[in-house]
């Protein structure tokens, strides 16, 4: 398996901010991957982020609200920009490790927007 | 619309029951599937893996799949009050571009 991690563990934030969440994975990975999980509900993805290309924004997630980098194999950052209450959530790092390319997620950033 | 439904929750069952999850996706295409076990406040943890059609056992953990009904099952056997959580299954297809689809998660309590 692989061991992510990622900062801050949570944070609370004033709306119309924007808060930059890190994620370090242990090991070179190709794929590194974004989820949102809001209170009660499942994980929904909101980007795919590979090294050296733009990340891919699945539908109803923008760059301009979530901008990702990919600055090398083993990092990857999200900022949430422009923060409303709605943006509250849990924000999962995910990374794809070994032959079936099986996803370890990082230990989540939990957000509370006032 | 790609999507993977897992049967309304909660469930429950005493300890030492057989706790069965069950989950149907609708891409015939789908290659890989994960269950995944989250205790409240914390990530998603990788429980199970299987890819081809059958049982796949580990330890209390059997994983059940069958393609051409499109259905992954989790069996636990002697089921423990610490496996009370949420079971998220996922599916995805295989490549280098892979991404996970989720269900919405059952959530299991464990009765001692």
């Known amino acids: 398996s692989a061991v992510i991690s990622q900062k801050p563990s949570r944070d609370i934030c004033q709306r119309g901010t924007s808060l930059t969440i890190q994620c370090q994975v242990d090991s070179q990975v190709t794929m590194m991957f974004w989820y949102r999980q809001q209170p009660g509900q499942s994980l929904t993805l909101i980007a795919t982020?590979?090294?050296?290309?733009?990340?891919?924004?699945e539908s109803g997630f923008v760059i301009d609200k979530f901008p990702i980098s990919r600055p090398n194999l083993t990092f990857s950052t999200l900022t949430v920009s422009n923060m409303s209450p709605e943006d509250s959530s849990i924000y999962l790092c995910s990374a794809n490790r070994g032959q079936w390319e099986t996803q370890y997620f990082g230990p989540g950033t939990r957000l509370l927007v006032l | 619309q790609k999507e993977v439904e897992q049967n309304s929750g909660p469930l429950s069952v005493p300890e030492g029951a057989i706790a069965s999850l069950n989950c149907t996706y609708s891409?015939?295409?789908?290659?890989?599937f994960f269950w995944y076990r989250q205790y409240s406040g914390k990530s998603p943890e990788l429980i199970m893996s299987i890819y081809s059609n059958g049982d796949k056992e580990d330890g209390r953990f059997t994983a059940q799949l069958n393609k051409a009904s499109q259905y992954v099952s989790l069996l636990i056997r002697d089921s423990q009050p610490s496996d009370s959580a949420t079971y998220l299954c996922a599916v995805t297809l295989t490549g280098a571009n892979s991404k996970l689809t989720f269900g919405k998660g059952i959530t299991l309590s464990v009765r001692p």
């Open positions: 891409d015939r295409v789908s290659q890989s």
């Open positions: 982020a590979n090294q050296g290309s733009e990340a891919t924004y």
